[in-house]
């Protein structure tokens, strides 16, 4: 954890009816300091939409050898490599070739994320998935986060209804291909 890191606990109970996820769980998030509220909160639901055994926290925003989160099998093989906010294309294309997947969750525009990734060398790059939220969406979530939260995250046909601490927000979430 770095120095300076603000802890945020998410008491979570997460309802992935898409995927036939069930869980209550409880996630200790350190916020490095140059992290945004809005890249630590789309983190937390990457992890959340992702959720199954084996998914973990990368070492942090300073890491360049591991994503935002990243899911291994038993033998600590990356299965999957999600990536958060605007990660580079030299980014994506390490983590296509070390992981059977690669994943982004954006706060961003999607448009402009995927803007420099066109022409880029990306491995994979037809199997790359950038998911974003509806505008506003991560800001009005931002707007209610806490020291500690409790979220209780249900998602069904791509539409996710979050409950932030008693606030309630929905957005679609959205998926968007490299063509």
Same mark, same amino acid.
């Given at each position: 954890?770095?120095?300076?890191?603000?802890? *945020?606990?998410?008491?979570?109970?997460? $309802?992935?009816?898409?995927? @036939?996820?069930? &869980?209550?769980?409880?996630?200790?998030?350190?916020? *490095?300091?140059?992290?945004? &509220?809005? #890249?630590?909160?789309?983190?937390?639901?990457?992890?959340?939409?992702?959720?199954?055994?084996?998914?973990?926290?990368? &070492?942090?925003? %300073? %890491?360049?050898?591991?994503?935002?989160? !990243?899911?291994?099998?038993?033998? @600590?093989?990356?299965?999957?490599?999600?990536?958060?906010?605007?990660?580079?294309?030299?980014?994506? /294309? #390490?983590?296509?070739?070390?992981? +059977?997947?690669?994943? =982004? #969750?954006? /706060?961003?525009?999607?448009?402009?994320?995927?803007?420099?990734?066109?022409?880029?060398?990306? /491995?994979?790059? +037809? $199997?790359?998935?950038? *998911? %974003?939220?509806?505008?506003?969406?991560?800001? %009005?979530?931002?707007?209610? !986060?806490?020291r500690r939260n409790t979220l209780t995250l249900s998602v069904t046909e791509?539409?996710? #209804?979050?409950?932030?601490?008693?606030?309630?927000?929905?957005?679609? =979430? *959205?998926? /968007?291909?490299?063509?």
């Amino acid at each position: 954890m770095a120095i300076g890191a603000m802890i *945020h606990t998410f008491t979570v109970q997460l $309802a992935d009816m898409d995927r @036939g996820v069930y &869980d209550d769980f409880t996630l200790r998030v350190a916020r *490095h300091p140059s992290e945004t &509220d809005a #890249y630590m909160l789309t983190r937390v639901l990457a992890y959340c939409l992702e959720y199954g055994e084996g998914i973990t926290f990368g &070492d942090g925003i %300073s %890491s360049t050898e591991e994503p935002a989160v !990243l899911v291994r099998d038993l033998t @600590g093989r990356i299965l999957t490599w999600i990536e958060v906010g605007a990660p580079d294309a030299e980014r994506l /294309h #390490y983590g296509s070739k070390l992981a +059977e997947r690669t994943t =982004v #969750y954006t /706060h961003r525009d999607p448009a402009k994320v995927m803007a420099p990734w066109v022409g880029k060398r990306i /491995h994979q790059s +037809e $199997a790359l998935t950038l *998911h %974003s939220f509806d505008p506003g969406f991560i800001d %009005s979530a931002v707007g209610v !986060l806490e020291r500690r939260n409790t979220l209780t995250l249900s998602v069904t046909e791509r539409e996710l #209804y979050l409950d932030l601490n008693g606030t309630t927000l929905t957005s679609a =979430v *959205h998926e /968007h291909r490299l063509d």
